[in-house]
């Protein structure tokens, strides 16, 4: 079976531009999440989409958005980079959120690693 | 203070050591836990759930402490291929999204 995919595995962008990155959950899950993770930090928590909506958000500011297709895919927007924003970019699928909690598991694909010049 | 905190490490032991590794949380809500392992540029990957009865796996024994609000992971007879870092994963569901909450990982290097 297919796992987490994610396109492009590596980006570079100049400061102010804006970028796209996308994700395919595994076949049958129906929540993602978004996590950016700097070197030498563990990943930070961006968007949980759930059935196609957000269903939470951590602290980033406005210039990150996210949604998620009938399929389940999703993007994460970024507008206005900065230096700041090089990063991995994970994201992860879960088939439940919150309900099974003794279970919950969330798989990572691969990332995309971002670099801002 | 940091919602999930670790020593970053790094904790060079030789081939065949025992090496532990805790993480405190500070959020008493928190309701899953785990310890994921990542490689050097990849992703994050499952090693084990966290639980108050303790687990383990093989030469991985994982121990919960709720009311320390402490986590911990021991390895047996480190191998090489055990060289990696160590995140030490919080969850809590907080209504509306299950949040996954890490820390900032323990690196371990194993040597010959």
Redesign the interface.
Known sequence: DAGVTQSPTHLIKTRGQHVTLRCSPISGHK?V?W?QQVL??????IF?Y?EKEE??R?NFPDRFSARQFPNYSSELNVNALLLGDSA?Y?C?S?SV??QF??S????????T?LTVT | RKE?EQD?GPFNVPEGATVAFNCTYSNSAS??F?WYRQDC??????LM?VYSSGNEDGRFTAQLNRASQYISLLIRDSKLSDSATY?CVV?R?????????????TRLQVTL
Do not use: C, D, N
């Open positions: 929540s999440s996590y030498g930090q563990g990943p930070q928590f949980q759930y269903r939470g951590g991995l994970l992860a879960s959120i919150g909690l003794s919950y598991e969330q798989y990572f694909g691969p990332g690693r | 999930v970053p309701q899953s785990f540029r990849k992703e994050p990957k499952l759930s995140l969850t569901y907080t209504g509306t999204a299950s949040k996954l909450t890490f820390g900032t990982g």
